[in-house]
């Protein structure tokens, strides 16, 4: 058990990473079914390290205000595991679960940045816009920080013609090849265009359905979630005590409506993307050698 960093047995039992550092497994757990699989498996060389490690993590997420919740009154039964205490009729959220839920999706996120896999970043509420597209962009990805367009995986096919239209057009403004056209069909060209490039901008390149969401508050983005489920898309999404976390595949239940915490998030699903890149493992590897 001391060589295990996470372990999970489904999506709403989860055990804390400083539990299993410690070696320590709960009885409801000590006979697990066969359904139960390892996430991943490395040496702990200093758990004291680790720990404090974990307990920073926690620090900079209290700082960034991710263990405010909302109301009691919204809370959503499948996320009452994640509530620490609620003060002033304000749920407040237990930040080391959250910080284990991290882990885990930030596992999965790595794991994608390894075999290079598209991620597409969702973020259309005002406080999610700019942490969205800036990581989606370090990263040369896919985002959506305008209004989700019904059909965006589910339909994608159509959508694929509308953002290959845009293309084409700004190939062609830059180009030089619109003036072929007269004066006014350029004007409805621009404002068609212009209208595509506000939801469309952010999913340039974008050849075929993404191998992943990442989603700030899956309750407002709930169209997005729900074409991903149906699709078969994994989801990672930022949630808030009002949301219903049983159909997400990587809930990480924190503080959705801060933008300390939403950059804060953003930023951590970004850098474990980059360290499970290809590119970043051969450095890595070169430095140890």
Known sequence: MGDLIYVRFSPEKTLLV???RAGKLPPKFAKAPPFCYIVSMQKVKNTKESEKSDEAIVEEMFKAGAHYGYSKTRRHPSVSSYIYT???KGDIINLEKTSALLD???L?????GAQNKTVLFV???PEAKVAVKEVAESLNMPYVTARWIGGTLSN???IKKR????????KDSAAGGLDKYTKKERVVMAKKMEKLARYYTGLLGLKKAPDALFIIDAKSEHIAATEARKSGIPVIALVNSDSNIKGIDFPVVANDSA???IKFFSLAVGKAYKEGLPAHAGQAGAVTK
């Open 86 to 88: 609620t003060k002033n």
């Open 108 to 112: 999965f996120i790595k794991n994608l």
């Open 18 to 20: 400083k539990e299993l």
């Open 156 to 158: 994608f096919t159509e």
């Open 259 to 261: 933008i300390p915490s």
């Open 104 to 106: 885990e999706a930030a």
């Open 123 to 125: 973020g259309t509420k």
């Open 163 to 170: 953002i290959l239209e845009l293309e084409n057009y700004q």
